[in-house]
Structure formats: structure tokens, C-alpha cells
């Protein structure tokens, strides 16, 4: 796909940043400026206003169309470091990757994020790389840009796939987010038993009452999430 002197926009999104079980996945998608309208056409759109059925359809269409890569971010890494630096330098492993996948960073026109902080090394490292193409960081990027949409898919779909299989392998209920009450009275009755899987990010201040995390002013514990008193 990568033609002689063709030039690419990468949009760059996550899926499962604020979820207290599993991984965060970072991905890109690159693909000519040209597919814009292709990928609107396709029905691609902020993942979060698809069904999981379609994001699965349209991710089979989007590897076939476009280069993508995702880096997992594990729940101890999150645990451990600031989540805005990982995201950072997830997107950045990102650009590296498919730039080397496509010829060079001259072969890039532009790298577009959905807005997950104030990036602070981002922009000198894609300089100093010899990146000089239009690089955008903007909230709601996944809605505004079909190649972040596209990339929101991406993250969202694979971050589907992964619960599915953390079910099988820890039995893991809901969604993995703190807002669905399934996936907390699974946690509850993980750590109740005394267990500790890797899955779960235990700075994640609802867990308090185990040991883990801190409680910061204004967040809710692990019984107010349950709607316990």
C-alpha cells in the first residue's frame, strides 16, 4: 500500500484508559489523506457510537485498507507511572512503528491524536525525527477525523477482544469500567477471596479498603461504587 512518494495521515486513539481491569490499548491508523472520504462512506465514526457488532466489521474493512499498529499497556505500568506519560509514549511507539513501515517520516503529512493530556516531549521527538508535517492534539479528535475514528475502532475492538478473554481466564464480569457495577462486584469478590490478579490496576483508589491506592478528595469508594453505605 505504501506507493512511491505517497504520503499518509495517522490518527491515533485509545480505548480503556479510565477502566480499573485490563490493559489500555493505543492505536494508530495510517492511510493516505485521499481515503478520508472512503472511510466516512464506510460508516466510520467515534467507536463509542457503534455497536460492537459493526466496530468488528469495520475493523476486518480498516486492517485491510490502512497500516495499524496498537501497543497494550498492562494495568502494573499504570499502576506504577503516570498515565499521561504512557499514553505519550504509546502514541510514540506508534508513529516510530508505522513510520518505519512506510518509508520514513517525510512519508507522513500528518499525525492527529484524540487529546489525552498536554503531551510534553511529543512534539520535539517527531522533530527530531525529521517529522514535518501538521501535528494535531484535540479533544474529540475521534469524531472530527476519520482516520482517529478509524483508530478509536481499532482500540475499542481489540480492548472487546480482551475482556471477552480476561472472562474465560479470571472470570471477569461487565465491562472492566468502574461505572459498571458487574465488573466492581467482581472485583470485590476477587480481592475478598485474598486474590491479586495482574489484571487489575490497584492504584485505582476504590480499593482502598483492601490496601490499594489512595483515596483522593471527591472519588467514591468500592462500596459507594456498589451503592453501599
Do not use: C
Request: proline letters at 5%; hydrophobic letters at 40%; aromatic letters at 6%.
Amino acid at each position: 500500500m505504501g506507493g512511491q512518494g505517497k504520503r499518509f495521515v495517522v490518527g491515533i486513539d485509545e480505548a480503556g484508559r479510565g477502566s480499573i481491569v485490563g490493559e489500555m490499548f493505543v492505536a494508530g491508523f495510517a492511510a493516505p489523506p485521499t481515503l478520508e472520504e472512503a472511510l466516512v462512506d464506510m460508516g466510520v465514526k467515534d467507536s463509542k457510537q457503534l455497536t460492537p457488532h459493526r466496530r468488528a466489521e469495520l475493523y476486518r474493512e480498516l486492517v485491510r485498507i490502512g497500516h495499524i499498529h496498537v501497543v497494550a499497556v498492562p494495568p502494573s505500568e499504570i499502576d506504577s507511572r503516570n498515565l499521561n506519560i504512557l499514553t505519550e509514549e504509546a502514541a510514540m511507539k506508534i508513529v516510530d512503528a508505522l513510520a518505519r513501515r512506510l518509508g520514513g517520516y517525510d512519508r507522513l503529512s500528518a499525525v492527529i491524536i484524540d487529546k489525552f493530556g498536554s503531551p510534553r516531549r511529543l512534539p520535539a521527538a517527531l522533530r527530531a525525527r525529521g517529522f514535518r508535517g501538521l501535528l494535531i492534539v484535540e479533544e474529540g479528535a475521534d469524531a472530527k477525523y476519520p482516520h482517529v475514528s478509524a483508530a478509536s475502532i481499532v482500540a475499542k475492538h481489540l480492548r472487546d477482544l480482551r475482556i471477552r478473554v480476561l472472562s474465560s481466564l479470571y472470570g471477569v464480569r461487565g465491562s472492566g469500567y468502574p461505572s459498571d457495577p458487574r465488573t466492581m462486584e467482581w472485583v470485590r469478590e476477587v480481592l475478598s477471596r485474598g486474590e491479586r490478579p495482574p489484571i487489575i490496576r490497584y492504584s485505582w483508589s476504590s480499593l482502598r479498603e483492601y490496601g490499594f491506592g489512595r483515596k483522593r478528595r471527591g472519588q467514591r469508594t468500592l462500596d459507594e461504587w456498589l451503592g453501599r453505605r
